[in-house]
């Protein structure tokens, strides 16, 4: 089974508890500061997945490091489950499933725009007000400037890619000039 598949399951269970709880927010903000710690220090990850040490060492291990985060019952019981399936290894997708699982519940999406150049204040602003109004949605934006696209802009939204850079366009008269 793959990783993401996998990930997205345990992050909808924990999603769901956190539902239960009316604390899916916080969960969210524990599991993602103990998923900086596993991709901060690789071998605390490889400890805990390593079958060499007993289990009991190595859940006692990572509900230390939970605890001194000030993580929840929840999040500890969630983490020594993983730790005992070995899903621990998959931490950071699980906290990124669950991060994407978060904002579709708050009314949030993200939407990540390539440019050729520096966008100003204000087409952001007003790219995000049409976008707000077009999906109802709040939105995230993450600008990447790529002076290859030679102007216009790539929107990725979620799965959807909407490409007006003059790059693509460019490539499309290509196409059509050589088919004839």
Same mark, same amino acid.
Request: proline share 2%.
């Given at each position: 089974?793959k990783?993401?598949?996998v990930?997205?399951r345990?992050?909808?269970?924990l999603?769901e508890?956190g539902?239960?709880?009316?604390? !899916?927010?916080?969960?969210?903000?524990?599991?993602?500061?103990?998923?900086a710690?596993?991709?901060?220090?690789?071998e !605390?990850?490889? !400890?805990a997945?390593n079958?060499m040490y007993k289990l009991e060492e190595?859940l006692g291990?990572?509900?230390?490091v939970a605890?001194?985060?000030?993580?929840?019952d929840?999040?500890?019981?969630f983490?020594s489950?993983l730790?005992?399936?070995r899903g621990?290894?998959?931490?950071?997708?699980?906290?990124?499933?669950?991060s994407?699982?978060e904002d579709?519940?708050a009314?949030?999406i993200?939407v990540?725009?390539?440019?050729a150049v520096?966008?100003?204040e204000g087409h952001?602003?007003? @790219?995000?007000?049409?976008?707000?109004?077009?999906?109802?949605?709040?939105i @995230?934006?993450?600008?990447k400037k790529n002076?290859?696209?030679i102007?216009?802009?790539?929107?990725? @939204?979620?799965?959807t890619i909407?490409?007006?850079s003059i790059k693509t366009?460019?490539?499309?008269?290509r196409?059509?000039?050589?088919k004839?």
């Amino acid at each position: 089974m793959k990783k993401g598949s996998v990930a997205k399951r345990y992050a909808k269970a924990l999603i769901e508890l956190g539902q239960e709880e009316k604390r !899916f927010k916080e969960i969210g903000n524990e599991l993602r500061d103990i998923a900086a710690v596993f991709a901060a220090n690789p071998e !605390f990850k490889r !400890f805990a997945l390593n079958p060499m040490y007993k289990l009991e060492e190595r859940l006692g291990i990572v509900e230390k490091v939970a605890t001194a985060l000030g993580a929840s019952d929840v999040v500890k019981r969630f983490l020594s489950l993983l730790v005992e399936t070995r899903g621990i290894g998959i931490i950071e997708e699980i906290c990124a499933a669950y991060s994407r699982m978060e904002d579709e519940l708050a009314g949030r999406i993200e939407v990540k725009i390539e440019s050729a150049v520096e966008l100003n204040e204000g087409h952001i602003n007003e @790219i995000k007000r049409k976008l707000s109004k077009a999906t109802k949605k709040e939105i @995230i934006l993450t600008l990447k400037k790529n002076p290859a696209h030679i102007g216009g802009l790539v929107f990725r @939204i979620g799965n959807t890619i909407l490409d007006g850079s003059i790059k693509t366009q460019l490539e499309k008269v290509r196409e059509k000039l050589y088919k004839g």
